[in-house]
């Protein structure tokens, strides 16, 4: 089979026109229908690229493309994303490229379109640019709009982006850091210690696993549910802190 590309859309009919049109080509498509389940997938196998919607009930595109780009694991932030929208509103696009995204395509789209920037998504080791690339165009485009010189000539107000809107710049002391309790640790089962102990002495999550010998999503459902014993906010900081030394010994 060729590449492995997820398909994330909530309409059948989209999702199954974008399958038929690719394995017509030779991929190996698996499609997903909202963003959890998407998330869920790929927790689960290796995928090439990502073509996703960004209307979704629940948790929707940019939410999944935010949490790609933030994994702590480089074969999941690094997996290409095309964005495959109805929405048109310039702003979405600007957000798309800074979040991460290759490449934003409108519905109703076209194959050869969609094929031809899939195709350039899946360039061996061009991700890394091709996202810098993107991320400069949307600040541009940004920098432009904001200035009054885009769309209808006046200076629109800024979206929430995520990656560029942050909470008031910290004292010189910085942020409180997240800090775990001895007690929170002990309250853990044996297992979930073993499983903190493996992430924190390996590269990957992959790693982690292959020494634990269960699956990749195995780890990554425990370490969600760890992260809300520790009270913990995100998996990332979780395999943060246990790479760095920040989960004490349990406290018996």
């Given amino acids: 089979m060729g590449p492995r590309v997820l398909v994330v859309d909530d309409e059948p009919d989209i999702a199954s026109l974008v399958r038929i049109t690719l394995e017509a080509d030779g991929y190996d498509v698996t499609v997903a229908n909202d963003g959890e389940t998407a998330l869920a997938k790929v927790d689960e196998g290796a995928f090439d690229a990502v073509i996703l919607d960004l209307t979704m009930p629940g948790m929707d595109g940019f939410e999944v493309l935010t949490a790609l780009k933030s994994d702590p694991e480089p074969s999941v932030s690094?997996?290409?994303?095309?964005?495959?929208t109805a929405?048109?509103?310039?702003?979405?696009?600007i957000r798309g490229g800074i979040e991460g995204a290759l490449f934003y395509i409108n519905k109703p789209f076209s194959a050869a379109d969609l094929k031809a920037h899939l195709g350039r998504a899946l360039r061996a080791g061009s991700e890394p640019d091709q996202r810098r690339a993107a991320q400069r165009a949307a600040l541009e485009q940004l920098a432009r709009l904001e200035a009054g010189r885009g769309g209808d000539g006046g200076a629109p107000a800024r979206p929430?982006?995520?990656r560029l809107d942050r909470p008031p710049a910290p004292t010189p002391t910085g942020p409180a850091p997240v800090s775990?309790?001895?007690?929170?640790?002990?309250?853990?089962?044996?297992?979930?210690?073993?499983l903190l102990a493996a992430v924190g002495g390996t590269s990957t999550v992959q790693d982690a696993a292959d020494r634990l010998q269960v699956s990749r999503s195995n780890v990554y459902a425990s370490l969600r549910r760890i992260a809300r014993r520790l009270s913990v906010p995100s998996v990332p900081e979780l395999v943060a802190l246990a790479r760095q030394g920040g989960i004490p010994d349990a406290e018996a």
């Fill in 78 to 84: 690094s997996i290409p994303v095309i964005m495959l």
């Fill in 87 to 93: 929405r048109r509103e310039e702003m979405d696009r």
């Fill in 160 to 162: 929430r982006l995520t």
């Fill in 180 to 194: 775990v309790s001895p007690q929170a640790v002990g309250a853990l089962s044996d297992r979930q210690r073993e």
